[in-house]
């Protein structure tokens, strides 16, 4: 089952706003990541971080991976309407599966 | 990079009937695929891990008699709902483990609805 809580849950926001979301677990991963999933698509990758305290941008994304290796957030600077969906975290073990946040589904208004 | 093709993307099928799912890494072989159910609004729920050669590993609560699973080569494994129920209506989606990209590259889905 899921072993990631991730928050919030939703977010509406503005054009132009700054968004912020996280994921946290009781379990350590060596691997955490970020993925975005448009409507009716399948999950696409957005940014992979390997190391604990590693902080990672994309483009307008930042993602880090926390120091405990239980937690990651990822943050969207000046949001722009295309940035709408849902957005999961994942968390990766070595010799493991991949187990997925619930989801942070963003809502951006122009 | 690391292309995963899912087809169909779409279907509709009688209650009763059994379909299949195909799940096939375009670019790369694949020994490990797979299989999520996502249903509307919620997270991606793994149901099994399909092994090239062998039997797939199914979690915990999945029927693997109803969602039977054949990764017969590296770039191809199959996902077959048998008996569909309106229930068992959902997105279904795989994702195969590639080296050249990081790791899980996701097909785009199949959208199953049983009537």
């Known amino acids: 089952g899921q072993q990631l809580n991730q928050s919030p849950q939703s977010m509406f926001i503005q054009e132009g706003e700054d968004v912020s979301m996280n994921c946290t677990s009781s379990s350590i991963f060596n691997t955490w990541l970020w993925y975005k999933q448009d409507p009716g698509e399948g999950p696409v990758l957005l940014i992979a971080l390997y190391k604990a305290g590693e902080l990672t941008s994309n483009g307008r994304l930042t993602a880090q991976f926390g120091i405990t290796r239980k937690d990651s957030f990822l943050n969207i600077s000046a949001s722009i309407p295309s940035d709408v969906g849902i957005y999961f975290c994942a968390g990766h073990r070595v010799g493991n599966d991949m187990r997925f946040g619930a989801g942070t589904r963003l809502t951006v208004k122009p | 990079g690391a292309v995963v093709s899912q087809h169909p993307s779409r279907v509709i099928c009688k209650s009763g009937t059994s379909v299949k799912i195909e799940c096939r890494s375009l670019d790369f072989q694949a020994t490990t695929m797979f299989w999520y159910r996502q249903f509307p609004k919620q997270s991606l729920m793994l149901m099994a891990t399909?092994?090239?050669?062998?039997?797939?590993?199914?979690e915990q609560g999945v029927e693997k008699d109803k969602f039977l699973i054949n990764h017969a080569s590296l770039t191809l494994s199959t996902l077959t709902v048998t008996s569909a129920h309106p229930e068992d209506s959902s997105f279904y989606i795989c994702?195969?483990?590639?080296?050249?990209?990081?790791?899980?590259?996701f097909g785009s889905g199949t959208r199953l609805t049983v009537v």
């Open positions: 399909s092994n090239e050669g062998s039997k797939a590993t199914y």
């Open positions: 994702s195969a483990r590639s080296d050249r990209a990081y790791g899980y590259t």
